[in-house]
């Protein structure tokens, strides 16, 4: 690719992502012929997409740029406030890349160090293994009993808001399957009627969420104390904090909230 084409740069220290600070206060990814900050040597730079008729380029620092009146770093989970949609979407592509390329350094069938040959596939030159990003998948349920919701408070949550029963897929399993094992798991409670619901890559630091939406089918709630703080039923008016807008698991909330008698489409 030349490398005097115009390109949108997405520079990450660990998740923090550079933002250029525009004049009327907003924020955007830089963009230009070359990186906005100098690129050390060996630095591996990732062309990862297309956006807007430009090129979009991705490599990683290993220390984080000093806020200025050009340049400030947010992390990217918080970059959803400030970016638009197609570039939040394309800079956690990018952020996805750069993990998988620390993390896949070295051939898992033999040790050899691995060549980069396509945009996100990597070669053993020695047993010709190829090696491509991985995605985890996992799920979310919205569970309903008559006009309540299930909604849960795991340890890992990153603040006090209540969200959705989650889970990761495993091996051998359908969807389905995973939504009635994890609540089962988690909850103690039977669900019928999953229905799919929507999809979301979630980049932190590889995911795709599936949502589904699902009935109260019997049960005590009997938390799996190992993976949550609390679990309860809730009506809409008197709904707990919730998760922030840019989740999955916000938008099927609030389509719950917005359509009490619909069925999913």
């Keep these: 690719m030349s490398q005097t084409m115009q390109s949108w740069w997405f520079i990450f220290y660990k ?33 990862i997409t297309t956006l807007e ?30 970016l638009s949609v197609a570039h939040y979407q394309t800079a956690g592509k990018a952020y996805e890349i750069l993990h ?68 990761f897929l495993e091996t051998g399993e359908t969807l389905e399957e995973c939504v009635a094992r994890e609540v089962k798991e988690e909850t103690g ?11 979301q890559p979630w980049p932190y630091p590889s995911g795709l969420m599936v949502g589904f939406i699902a009935d109260y089918a019997g049960g005590e709630i009997k938390l799996q104390k190992e993976e949550l703080n609390s679990g309860a039923f809730y009506r809409r008016d008197n709904l707990p904090e919730l998760p922030r807008k840019l ?4 938008k099927m909330i609030d389509w719950w909230i ?8």
């Excluded at 525009?22 to 955007?28: A, K, L, S």
């Excluded at 989740?247 to 916000?250: G, P």
Aim: hydrophobic share 35%.
């Design 15 to 47: 998740d923090q992502l550079l933002l250029e600070k525009n004049e009327n206060g907003t924020f955007t990814i830089p963009y230009g012929e070359v990186s906005p900050i100098n690129i050390k040597k060996k630095t591996t730079i990732h062309d």
């Design 100 to 167: 998988w390329d620390r993390h896949s350094r070295f051939c898992s069938a033999c040790g050899t160090p691995l060549e980069q040959k396509e945009t996100i596939m990597k070669r053993c030159p020695k047993c010709r293994q190829e090696v491509y990003p991985a995605i985890s998948t996992a799920i979310l349920v919205l569970v309903r009993k008559e006009d309540s919701i299930l909604l849960v408070h795991a340890h890992n949550f990153k603040g006090t808001f209540n969200s959705l029963v989650a889970g």
């Design 247 to 250: 989740s999955l698991a916000r």
């Design 258 to 265: 917005e359509n009490p008698t619909s069925e999913v489409k």
């Design 189 to 199: 409670l039977d669900v019928n009627h999953i229905t799919y619901f929507g999809n």
């Design 53 to 82: 008729n430009s090129n979009c380029r991705a490599f990683s620092i290993v220390s984080p740029v000093e806020e200025s009146e050009q340049f400030v770093m947010v992390g990217l989970r918080a970059s959803y406030e400030y």
